[in-house]
Structure formats: structure tokens, C-alpha cells
């Protein structure tokens, strides 16, 4: 019987996992991170597939928005299918035919966000699940070997993240811990060719914290570090003003990976403060809800001012959809509850993301950034094109 896993035709394993900056313009960095499971040019955005799949998309559609890493997820994926059958059915990649490098959430954010259904202590975290209310139990020890069990190409530190607004104290007593948890996080990392552990910068919007966060985690080393804690409702002003201080605390030859961000212009702005990596549920939601991201702010595809438009979404397409489907098709399967527009919107916008990713890196490599940013911001400010700019299709009958 032949294997269905098929590589990526640019598939190719790396012995150790390492970030190459490739260019800068001003703070932004041009990269590739090599692994175990290929080279992702960097800045990059990761489509989340939390249990094992993107929402509404098979692999092959996925890689063929240009995204070349995913995202999955520890408390869900313990849940079910369970760690040890992901495991024996042959790891994340293979289960879901994916050959590109896997990034897994430790589960820290998931577990937190349970409420009155988790209860912590210096060890861990005790909680029950959301699905039917079995108990079950996270340590910084647990959660790596599960990733472990996963095949997570890049595996991340257990922490705590606390929801803000939260006191000095707050912030302070769960940075230390999540500093302490990420220590025995790294003991418990098995370490193999290719593969690597990222660390959790936590600490709220306080300076101070911020950097002994920071500094800890340099202390006990990492392939890659990453921001959490952020894009939890403290608005883009604040989070951008927290990786000011943030980012130059963390090693310029390693990646930086902002986490759970966000918008198109969450992810400008945080590559002009240093950042390379990031992941959100927003395009493929938003693909779910009937909201189109494109390069002039987003659209509601079930608006009736759609119905006879024969446009495609966006005249700057160029993935596989390119003039394959109008706004009046995409249309009628949101108000006709068909299960094709929710995928071919997710589609979309994910391959929206990975083009605006292109054309930043494109501008970082050719030392243009700041005009790219400024057109960029002018375009999401306009609205739909008019007509004029767009033309409707001809057609022949």
C-alpha cells in the first residue's frame, strides 16, 4: 500500500532548526526559518488548525495560498483525538497530510480561559472539559510530552496568561510563574534534529515585567521566542507601545513570534516593531461569518448591494479562486446557509493573508517598507473599488 503523505515539492529537512535574517528596513526583518519539516521564508503568517485541521479547507487548499506553516493546538488535540492516538496514527503531519513544519500552542491560553472550570497551583493546572466535563490535568511537564506525541515541528513553553485588565500583582505573580513553568518546559523538551521549543514573553503591559520576562527566558535559551498575552483587549495602541519595549529585549538572531494577532494592520505594524511570525482565527472566522479581508478593508458578502455583482471579490487575486467565483455566487451561498460559501470565503481570506505577507517581505527585502505601508493603510481607508477601477465582466450568452 502506498503512502498518501506527500511532500511539498520545496520540501526539505534541516538537521537544526535556526532563524537567517536575509534583510532589514528599519526594524522589520526579512528571514527563513529552517526545520525539520522545510524553510519558511519569514515574516509569516501560520493559518490556525487547531485540532488538526483549518476550518472548512483541505491541506492542498491551504498550500496553495502560499502559507508554508500551521498551527495546532495541545488542549484540544488531548481532548480528542488524544495525544497518544495522534501518536500511533503517526504523528500531526501525517494524520492531516501536512509535510510543512506544525506549530503547537502549549494549551496555557485554552486552560485559562476555562474560568471556574480550571483551578491552578504551582505544579499545574487541574481543569475539566469544555466538551463533557472529564477531568483532566496540564504541567509544563505534560503539555511538552504531548507535543512531543503530536510531532510538533516547534513545540511552545507551558504559561499563564491573564486576562487584562489585571493588577500589577496579577501580572507580576503569573509572569514568574510561567517563568518558572518555562524552565521546567525546557527540561522536559527532547531535543531533536530540526525541531525546537519556543519560549512565552509574559508580564502584561508593565515594562518591567516585559524585560525580566524577557531576560529569563534568554537566561535559559530557546530556538525561538515569543510574545503572549497581547491581543487580549488592550487595543492596538497599547500593544504596539508594549513591543516597543518588548521586542529589543529579545535575541536579534532568533525568530520573534507575536501570538494570537491579528488584522491586516495588527500584522503591519508589528513587523515594523521586529516581529516574524503570528497566527489568528480572524480570516478563517471571518470566512465563516461572510466577511471578505481584501486590499481595501473587509467586506459583509451577504450585504444585498452583492446580489447581481459579478465581480470577483478582489481585481488584486491571484490565488487559485482568481475569477472563479463572483460576489454574486459567494452571495447566494450565505444566504441560501450553504456550506461552500463559508470554505471559498475562508479561502479567500487566507490567501489574502499570505499575499499581504509576500508583498511586505518583497518591500522588506527591497528596502521599501514605509511606502508599502503607507499605500497599504490609504487602500483599507477606501472602501470597495467603484466600478471605473473594477469593471463588471463581460459576457457572452
Known amino acids: 500500500m502506498t503512502s498518501q503523505f506527500t511532500p511539498c515539492p520545496d520540501y526539505t529537512p534541516f538537521e537544526k532548526m535556526y532563524w537567517q535574517e536575509e534583510a532589514r528596513c528599519g526594524k522589520a526583518r526579512a528571514g527563513v526559518l529552517y526545520t525539520r519539516h522545510g524553510r519558511v521564508p519569514t515574516p509569516t503568517f501560520m493559518p490556525v488548525g487547531t485540532v488538526g485541521t483549518v476550518k472548512g479547507m483541505t491541506t492542498d487548499a491551504v498550500r496553495s495560498t502560499g502559507a508554508g506553516i ?43 480561559s476555562l474560568g471556574p472550570l480550571r483551578k491552578m497551583d504551582e505544579d499545574g493546572v487541574t481543569f475539566r472539559s469544555h466538551i463533557d466535563g472529564s477531568k483532566h490535568r496540564l504541567t509544563p511537564e505534560s503539555s511538552t510530552d504531548i507535543q512531543f506525541k503530536l510531532d510538533a515541528t516547534i513545540s511552545m513553553a507551558f504559561d499563564e496568561c491573564p486576562a487584562l485588565p489585571a493588577t500589577r500583582e496579577t501580572l507580576e505573580t503569573s509572569m514568574e510563574c510561567s517563568m518558572r513553568w518555562a524552565a521546567r518546559s525546557r527540561e522536559a523538551f527532547v531535543a531533536r534534529p530540526g525541531y525546537g521549543q519556543f519560549g512565552i514573553v509574559q508580564g502584561g503591559t508593565e515594562e518591567d515585567l516585559r524585560k525580566r520576562s524577557a531576560k529569563a527566558l534568554r537566561e535559559i535559551g530557546f530556538e525561538g521566542y515569543a510574545i503572549g498575552g497581547l491581543a487580549v483587549g488592550e487595543g492596538q495602541e497599547l500593544m504596539f507601545s508594549t513591543l516597543d519595549y518588548t521586542v529589543p529585549e529579545l535575541p536579534e538572531t532568533h525568530p520573534r513570534y507575536l501570538m494570537g494577532v491579528g488584522t491586516p494592520d495588527d500584522l503591519l505594524g508589528a513587523i515594523m516593531r521586529g516581529c516574524d511570525m503570528f497566527d489568528c482565527v480572524m480570516p478563517s472566522r471571518a470566512g465563516r461569518t461572510a466577511r471578505a479581508y481584501t486590499e481595501r478593508g473587509t467586506m459583509n458578502m451577504r450585504n444585498a448591494r452583492f446580489a447581481e455583482d459579478t465581480r470577483p471579490i ?18 447566494h451561498l450565505f444566504r441560501a446557509n450553504e456550506m461552500l460559501g463559508p470554505m471559498l470565503l475562508t479561502w479567500h481570506n487566507l490567501a489574502y493573508y499570505q499575499r499581504l505577507m509576500r508583498q511586505i ?14 499605500t497599504l493603510r490609504e487602500n483599507w481607508t477606501k472602501g470597495d473599488w467603484d466600478e471605473e477601477e473594477f469593471p463588471r465582466p463581460a459576457f457572452t450568452l
Open 70 to 112: 500551521i498551527l495546532g493546538n495541545t488542549y484540544h488535540l488531548m481532548l480528542r483525538p488524544t495525544a497518544e492516538r495522534v501518536q500511533r496514527l503517526g504523528g500531526l503531519h501525517r494524520m492531516m497530510d501536512w509535510p510543512g513544519p506544525i506549530l503547537t500552542d502549549s494549551g496555557g491560553f485554552q486552560v485559562m
Open 361 to 374: 517581505r518583497a518591500a522588506i527585502l527591497n528596502d521599501t517598507l514605509p511606502e508599502l505601508a503607507f
Open 314 to 331: 478582489s481585481p488584486e487575486d491571484d490565488s487559485p479562486l482568481a475569477g472563479r467565483y463572483s460576489r454574486a455566487y459567494i452571495h
